[in-house]
């Protein structure tokens, strides 16, 4: 008896949120994907130099709109197949290319292996024969640091503005907090941003700071609702009895509570910028070139997905592998969290 009560081991509650998130496979299977992403992107330096040999800058028009190196021979073959289709339509089609298109593209994937620094465009070249992989992993950079800038601004408004808000309820500075948040609500944000990027030409820095300004007044709203639940609790009322301040009250003793709440909502709010990022870039308002992002990488490609669909796969993988896990990683989190939730 002596022996199993002397193994029982006591458990924090961040440990158990450690254990439950480790066995959430889809979760560490995401955490492992955007580790990949980040750290190809932070080494892009690197990786275009070393590895693929190629500048992210480097203009070469003689090898505008390139195919994959390794898909050179069979992507004539792929295109005539998708005539065959535009043609006769779908039971139109010559699948029998198909066997000599997969033979083509298997024998052409060692010549990428063989060749040698700055020879092979394992993803192809763009419309000024840059080459679209070494853009993509230099794109990450700037989307990722996007996401991340967007997020701890929209968050550190949001939670400071929610705790407020939430502690003096139904007072003046709550209805002054909720006025800000209807009237910036109220305006249509998509068009705002657009004015603003043509007006200011904002870099990473500029365009990360507009969307988190402007991003503040959902994670308000719901630290609001949690705060107001429980500013009347047994311990905020002796915290005040004890002369604890405002401050110390709100930080010490409000904000843990919705920390869970926070986390979670900052890591969907990483993914929402980058797409909020993309899909200002592809507007042309947002990222401009030279530099890369993915979404100016997928704005460059108007008009060449039929010629080069390379040029709108490329970046929009990038983006779907790197929000797919953050999202997957906040889905777990927000299990992992909830004490409720078992393993």
Same mark, same amino acid.
């Given at each position: ?174 209805? =002054? +907090?909720?006025?800000? #948040?209807?009237?910036? &609500?109220?305006?249509? *944000?998509? $068009?705002? /941003? =657009? +004015?603003?990027?043509? #007006?200011?030409?904002? &870099?990473?820095?500029? *365009?990360? $700071?507009? /969307?988190? +300004? ?130």
């Amino acid at each position: 008896m002596s022996k199993t009560i002397s193994e029982v081991k006591e458990q924090t509650y961040w440990g158990a949120v450690g254990r439950k998130l480790r066995h959430d496979k889809l979760a560490v299977a995401a955490i492992f994907l955007l580790t990949f992403m980040v750290s190809i992107s932070i080494g892009a330096s690197w990786i275009g130099n070393e590895l693929l040999g190629f500048d992210p800058t480097a203009i070469n028009l003689r090898y505008r709109n390139k195919p994959p190196t390794w898909l050179a021979e069979a992507w004539p073959q792929f295109q005539q197949f998708t005539r065959t289709c535009q043609t006769h339509g779908l039971f139109g089609c010559e699948w029998s290319l198909w066997q000599n298109i997969v033979t083509t593209t298997l024998d052409g994937i060692p010549t990428c292996f063989r060749a040698e620094l700055g020879q092979c465009h394992w993803l192809g070249t763009d419309q000024a024969g840059r080459d679209v992989l070494t853009r993509a992993i230099y794109g990450g950079r700037i989307s990722l640091r996007i996401g991340i800038y967007v997020a701890s601004i929209s968050m550190t408004l949001g939670v400071l503005m929610g705790l407020i808000s939430g502690y003096y309820a139904a007072t003046l500075i709550d209805d =002054i +907090i909720n006025a800000i #948040i209807q009237a910036l &609500g109220s305006i249509p *944000l998509l $068009f705002l /941003l =657009i +004015i603003l990027s043509r #007006i200011f030409q904002p &870099g990473p820095e500029g *365009l990360a $700071f507009m /969307l988190g +300004i402007f991003g503040w007044m959902g994670v308000s709203r719901l630290i609001r609702g949690q705060i107001f639940s429980i500013r009347e609790r047994e311990y905020i009322i002796a915290s005040r009895a004890l002369g604890a301040s405002v401050w110390q009250i709100m930080f010490r003793h409000m904000f843990p509570n919705v920390a869970s709440i926070v986390i979670v909502v900052g890591v969907f709010n990483v993914a929402g910028a980058i797409i909020a990022e993309a899909g200002l870039s592809y507007l042309g308002v947002g990222i401009g070139p030279p530099w890369p992002s993915w979404g100016n990488m997928m704005q460059g490609s108007l008009g060449n997905f039929t010629d080069a669909p390379w040029l709108v796969i490329t970046p929009g993988g990038f983006i779907f592998l790197t929000t797919l896990s953050i999202y997957l990683i906040g889905d777990g989190l927000r299990d992992a969290l909830d004490p409720w939730v078992k393993e």
